[in-house]
């Protein structure tokens, strides 16, 4: 069967961008063929800073002939219904449809439509310049003098050849011929802007990857990350060196190069008094380079960083080196004076006095001086929700309130939270963002601050993702829930919620935050207290804690069962869901099940039509002995459960619900519930009430499946 080979070469594509345009490449066109009636065996994207590639192999060579009918409407039926019919049946007046006749139904209108079948090139040569113009890019350009007509080409970057061939392994390639703009499919492409720049003629996919290796470009992309991440480590190791590995970094370094070239290059070792995340973001922001570490050592960087170059240079790459050596010697000049500023007094202190006051700051400490400038400026959080100073004000009297909870000192709280957005306003933090609570730690280290109250700095931000670890530090959980809660309950008192897939604030990262520094640290917290009035708001609570139990395997009719619209204790739900899972894995916990739904959903049944339910048990109704059996397990189950469920220990209260077991199956199996004596009725309906009740103080047994 017949291979197809699709190349969109173009300048220089940006690295962000590549894959996933390589992918939409992928689905647009096999998605097309598949429309079409023709079917493929594999198909890969490739990609290069200049070039989409398609490798689609035993794609069909034609498309089957179609013989179908379409039913339309009576003839009788209006015209409106026939227009529908051919319209839908591609036809252009009825004249061309069949009439049928149905015994039953009458005389209707039938549509046979035949369809020849196209060749693959014929299919091919319609579908990709439908899918370069249509193509999905997050921003495109035009270009040249065509760009100035309405209509004209648009492409992430100038588009300049486009190789297109299709055929069997056994036989010359033929070249799909297509045109668009004035670029005209071909069998020619191009290989390294330098190295190689002239044409290259080319006939299926291996021959492609072959002379585009000779010619200096790396095709697969991954393998270009292997080249840089094995090169850079062995030139590394070779100078003494551990490479800092960096996996974004590689992803876009080897979107920007097609023949990788790792060099090093190198920097004054005064700057090495800059936080090391300082340099390493200096470094990748502005050069893409990676730096390294002296062998052994986790927590120092040397003065030597890594470049990946697109050219093999005569000289073996040392103006390269020391031409990135100058820039990164700039960068790093900026990133020090940026540093020691921020070490330094503020020259408008007279002015911070107030705000100083306001939050307890020392104006002798370079970060309380920030933190008062950041409540000086009025620095607006949110239209609605105030300034950053308020904000931080807020979280400092929630922080106080939570931290006997969490087992935090009140005081170091408290000045943890004041000090925790003060790096907003430092130098470092204005030119790295993704540096805010990693600079306030260190400032804050260095003016002698609580080792607490510095690591709260940082770790009140975390966990920012499913993967992000949970800080164990009191100070640290009580800073974090305090600004996670604020915000939350905030955004909820303004009404600005996640709709659909929209969620501009992270408000579900930050109640997923909630749930697991609570979860992961054992902390029992009543969220309605701090929630208030916004309901909703703790059925957004119970939402993410289910997708976290679930996505710790937890089994959805379980969570359910448990949680109820008042559950505000997240911890005691997981607690009880662990505790319901394991008794129900046990024997006892299977029959007691089956036996309280069974009664569950008779007492239901019996609700739903109206039926008189007496509102206690009456033992002098009692007929059977089977009766007074369970009566006495009940009140024995409900009252030493009620007490485990006291003291947490709701796997003692599912023991003590399991003696129900072996009575509510002798219950049902020598009493009829629905007895023709009405109030012998009513007390049976009071009896499986009150075994509902009891297993209830744990979960809903009628939610779980099974």
Known sequence: MPDLLLELRSEEIPARMQRKAAGDLRKMLTDGLVEAGLTYEAAREYWTPRRLTLDIRGLTARSKDINEEIKGPSTSAPEQAVQGFLRKAGLSSIAEAHVHSDPKKGDFYV???????????????????DIIRNFPWPKSMRWGPASAKPGSLRWVRPLQSILCTFGPETEEPVVVDFEIDGIRSGNITYGHRFHAPDAIMVRRFDDYVSKLEAAKVVLDADRRKEIILADARNLAFANGLDLVEDEGLLEEVSGLVEWPVVLMGEFEEAFLAIPAEVIRLTIRANQKCFVTRPQGVDDALSNRFILTANIEARDGGKEIAHGNGKVVRARLSDALYFWTTDQGDLPDLAELEASAEKFGLDLKKPLDQRMARLDHLGVTFHAKLGTQGERVERIKRLAEELAPTVGADPALARRAAVLAKADLTTEVVGEFPELQGAMGRKYALLQGEHASVAAAAEEHYKPQGPSDRVSSDPVSITVALADKLDTLVGFWAIDEKPTGSKDPYALRRAALGVVRILVENDIRLALAAIVGKASDLLSFFHDRLKVYLRDQGARHDLIDAVITPQSDDLLQIVRRVEALGSFLDTEDGKNLLAGTK?????????????????????????????????????????????????????????????????????????????????AVRANRLALLARIRAATGQVADFSRIAG
């Open 598 to 678: 069974r009664a569950a959903n008779i007492l239901a049944a019996e609700e739903k039509k109206k039926t008189a339910v007496a509102e206690t048990v009456e033992p002098a109704l009692f007929r059977a002995d089977t009766e007074k059996s369970l009566f006495a397990a009940v009140n024995q189950a409900e009252k030493q459960a009620g007490e485990a469920i006291q003291n947490d220990d709701f796997s003692g209260a599912l023991l003590a619900l399991s003696v129900l077991r072996e009575p509510v199956d002798s219950f049902f199996e020598h009493v009829l519930v629905n007895d023709e004596d009405q």
């Open 111 to 129: 549509a046979h439509i035949s369809k020849l079948g196209r060749a693959a090139e014929q299919i091919i040569a319609d579908l990709v310049p």
